[in-house]
């Protein structure tokens, strides 16, 4: 079975300063890679994705993320934080051999506190 | 606009009390899905449909049921609620494309069960 997992329960940064948010995976052959972001009272919106190709996935908002095989990680990354950005992230992925539709995970989710 | 609903967006509701949280999406996605949102643990899905018809339990069914009878809406359906499922709740919906498939979110619904 696949799992992600993201180390940090909160992250925090000071604006103008780059974010890391750490995403690693386990998955049976390669994966789908997610990112989505929480915004306070609202749902999960989709940031970026990672399907094949190459490693760095630039998404909305400035975001990008990088995929690394060897390391099973795909961590998000914005070089200039804004306080806008303070959030709550989630990492998910599903195998690409697998058809179902269940079997996308998700990881617990990292608070992105952007500091003025 | 492009969105998925959900009703009621909060409910306190008590032990048994059957109730129903509605989800409806106006993009003609076949794919709908129904998660809970729980500290510490991420979303983890209830149910999903690949079409008019046709569910499937996820990782944690239990105390849940769904239906599908129309492709724009999917509720979900508590029987009997317990407090064990107080939580957030969020339906959301995609084209499938077989994996690589971009979900849109309904707002949430946060539920308590006394």
């Known amino acids: 079975a696949q799992s992600v997992a993201q180390p940090e329960d909160q992250v925090n940064v000071a604006e103008g300063n780059p974010l890391t948010v750490k995403c690693t995976y386990s998955?049976?052959?390669?994966?789908?890679l997610f990112w989505y972001v929480q915004y306070p009272n609202r749902g999960l919106q989709f940031l970026l994705k990672y399907i094949t190709g190459d490693n760095l996935v630039k998404g909305s908002y400035g975001f990008e993320a990088e995929f690394n095989k060897s390391q099973t990680s795909f961590h998000l990354k914005k070089p200039s934080a804004l306080v806008s950005d303070s959030a709550l992230y989630f990492c998910?992925?599903?195998?690409?051999?697998?058809?179902?539709?269940?079997?996308?995970?998700f990881g617990s989710g990292t608070q992105l506190t952007v500091l003025p | 606009e492009a969105q998925v609903t959900q009703n009621p967006r909060y409910l306190i509701t008590v032990t048994g009390k059957k109730l129903t949280v509605t989800c409806s999406q106006n993009?003609?996605?076949?794919?709908m899905s129904w998660y809970r949102q729980d500290p510490g643990l991420g979303l983890r899905q209830i149910y999903y449909s690949m079409n008019v018809e046709v569910t499937d339990k996820g990782d944690v069914p239990e105390g849940y049921k769904v239906s599908r009878k129309e492709k724009r809406n999917f509720p979900l359906i508590l029987e009997s609620p317990s407090p064990n499922q107080t939580s957030l709740y969020f339906c959301?919906?995609?084209?499938?494309?077989?994996?690589?498939?971009?979900?849109?979110f309904g707002a949430g619904s946060r539920l308590t069960v006394l």
């Open positions: 998910a992925v599903r195998p690409i051999s697998s058809g179902s539709a269940r079997q996308l995970t």
């Open positions: 993009m003609n996605h076949e794919y």
């Open positions: 959301a919906s995609s084209f499938w494309t077989g994996g690589a498939n971009v979900l849109t």
């Open positions: 998955v049976s052959g390669n994966p789908y």
